[in-house]
T-cell receptor
Framework: DTGVSQDPRHKITKRGQNVTFRCDPI?????LYWYRQTLGQGPEFLTY????????KSRLLSDRFSAERPKGSFSTLEIQRTEQGDSAMYLC????????????????FGEGSRLTVL | AQKVTQAQTEISVVEKEDVTLDCVYE???????LFWYKQPPSGELVFLIR??????QNEISGRYSWNFQKSTSSFNFTITASQVVDSAVYFC????????????FGTGTRLQVFP
């Protein structure tokens, strides 16, 4: 099954360290999303890509966060100088999109990368 | 601003009981979309349904049904004859018409179905 895969599944790091998460979307999907979920909350939108172009970034995404999708396939989310408040589950999702650049809202999520900052 | 409220934090039922999960939303848009997603213990969110703001017809899919009422800004989800496999966290979500994939989620309702 070629669903959305994320790596690593768990990451424990010390405050101030940099971390990088990788997401491999479903191969034929041109849209890729990053969401963040903290305990007891719903996912919050961070950013999304249409092919290799990053089209929108949430205000939640501080300057310490950067996301890339260099060839329109996999994506990376890097957090620099991690803080304890960055501890969360980072979810990646993809969708096929529609003609005209519209989305469908039917997102295919990965199992997430859980970050713990000590 | 857009907002989704799921007032029920946790619901416990016994197998075969019917259960309704409530969802109330706020938006100033006239065109918008509503969704339900399921998050089982494995953590992977699974899409259940999408509804646009112009379609108020109720929908039934097997044991699942959805009731959309614009007059009360609600989009409730009913599971009939619940099963243990229905145990999960259920999220209601809202999106704007300009970007249907940018979802605003509620805080979720944890459903526990006991045998």
């Amino acid at each position: 099954d070629t669903g959305v895969s994320q790596d690593p599944r768990h990451k424990i790091t010390k405050r101030g360290q940099n971390v990088t998460f990788r997401c491999d979307p479903i191969s034929e999907h041109n849209r890729l999303y990053w969401y963040r979920q903290t305990l007891g909350q719903g996912p919050e939108f961070l950013t999304y890509f249409q092919n290799e172009a990053q089209l929108e970034k949430s205000r939640l995404l501080s300057d310490r966060f950067s996301a890339e999708r260099p060839k329109g396939s996999f994506s990376t989310l890097e957090i620099q100088r991690t803080e304890q408040g960055d501890s969360a589950m980072y979810l990646c999702a993809s969708s096929p999109g529609l003609a005209g650049g519209l989305g469908t809202g039917e997102l295919f999520f990965g199992e997430g990368s859980r970050l713990t900052v000590l | 601003a857009q907002k989704v409220t799921q007032a029920q934090t946790e619901i416990s039922v016994v197998e075969k009981e019917d259960v309704t999960l409530d969802c109330v939303y706020e938006t100033r848009d006239t065109t918008y979309y509503l969704f339900w997603y399921k998050q089982p213990p494995s953590g992977e969110l699974v899409f259940l349904i999408r509804r646009n703001s112009f379609d108020e017809q109720n929908e039934i899919s097997g044991r699942y049904s959805w009731n959309f009422q614009k007059s009360t800004s609600s989009f409730n989800f009913t599971i009939t004859a619940s099963q243990v496999v229905d145990s999960a966290v259920y999220f209601c979500a809202l999106s704007e018409a300009y970007n249907t994939d940018k979802l605003i989620f509620g805080t979720g309702t944890r459903l526990q179905v006991f045998p």
